[in-house]
């Protein structure tokens, strides 16, 4: 599988945005779904948001919901997770992933099975 590689992460100030990034190694890499997913210290991993190749569908965690867009470049075979109005709360660390066409909901981890390495997006008070 092509490796994942999450940028873009970083320090910031409640209220600002950052605009996080997942590169695939690999230009022929062909995925049906991506998602970002986050996992704040002493949490479990939780979903943010899902995009859906076929027809770019996406679908957001209600925390997510009016302040993150998920979106691809296609020419850079990039997904981007732009991050705005960030609350505390967003702190954690962020991670990328794809899947191949799946029954499973695209919400769940279980539908991915290409991870990246993460990166750390800490929202100061």
């Known amino acids: 599988q092509a490796r994942l590689v999450e940028s873009g992460g970083g320090l910031v100030q409640a209220g600002g945005s950052l605009r996080l990034s997942c590169t695939a190694s690999?230009?022929?890499?062909?995925?049906?779904?991506v998602g970002w997913f986050r996992q704040a210290p002493g949490k479990e991993r939780e979903f943010v948001a899902t995009?859906?190749?076929?027809?770019?569908?996406?679908a957001y965690a209600d925390s997510a919901k009016g302040r993150f867009t998920i979106s691809k470049d296609d020419a850079e075979n990039t997904i981007y997770l732009h991050m705005t109005r960030l609350l505390p709360e967003d702190t954690a660390i962020y991670y990328c992933?794809?899947?191949?066409?799946?029954?499973?909901?695209?919400?769940?981890?279980?539908?991915?099975?290409?991870w990246g390495q993460g990166t750390q997006v800490t929202v100061s008070s």
């Open positions: 690999s230009r022929t890499f062909r995925f049906a779904v």
């Open positions: 992933a794809s899947g191949l066409q799946s029954s499973i909901s695209p919400r769940s981890a279980r539908a991915y099975s290409n």
């Open positions: 995009l859906r190749i076929s027809d770019r569908a996406t």
